[in-house]
């Protein structure tokens, strides 16, 4: 499941998953980015992994991937917050081949996340 992080800077969305996470599960993504990037122009994204990326199903990483595309070119500043070393190395590589920063985060840096995604911080 995916459920919207609530009282986040307006200049960002974020999000946190726990359990299962299906396709269904990002229709309140997809409608939260676009009505950001329409809002801002740019996407500032945070996704909080309360569980394992193995608990996405395929359908599930294809709109996660599908997200990605449909607003390639408006992507600023992205956090994934886990405590899964794998995660967190794999979003700073991700950065590497997509427009805008990505970056990792432990859970105990989660506010950390939340100052640079919303460009409060540059750290």
């Known amino acids: 499941m995916i459920v919207q992080i609530p009282d986040l800077p307006a200049s960002m969305v974020g999000f946190r998953s726990d359990g299962e996470v299906t396709k269904e599960d990002f229709d309140i993504v997809k409608l939260q980015v676009a009505n950001l990037v329409e809002k801002?122009?740019?996407?500032?994204?945070?996704?909080?992994?309360?569980?394992?990326?193995?608990?996405?199903?395929?359908?599930?990483?294809i709109q996660d991937a599908l997200l990605g595309i449909n607003h390639i070119t408006?992507?600023?500043?992205a956090a994934i917050i886990s405590d899964s070393e794998t995660v967190i190395n794999f979003t700073s590589v991700f950065s590497k081949v997509m427009p805008g920063e990505f970056r990792g985060y432990h859970k105990a840096d989660y506010q950390k996340a939340v100052d640079w995604v919303s460009g409060r911080s540059e750290d």
């Open 40 to 61: 801002t122009g740019q996407l500032n994204y945070l996704l909080f992994l309360d569980n394992s990326p193995a608990d996405f199903t395929i359908g599930a990483w």
């Open 74 to 77: 408006r992507w600023n500043r």
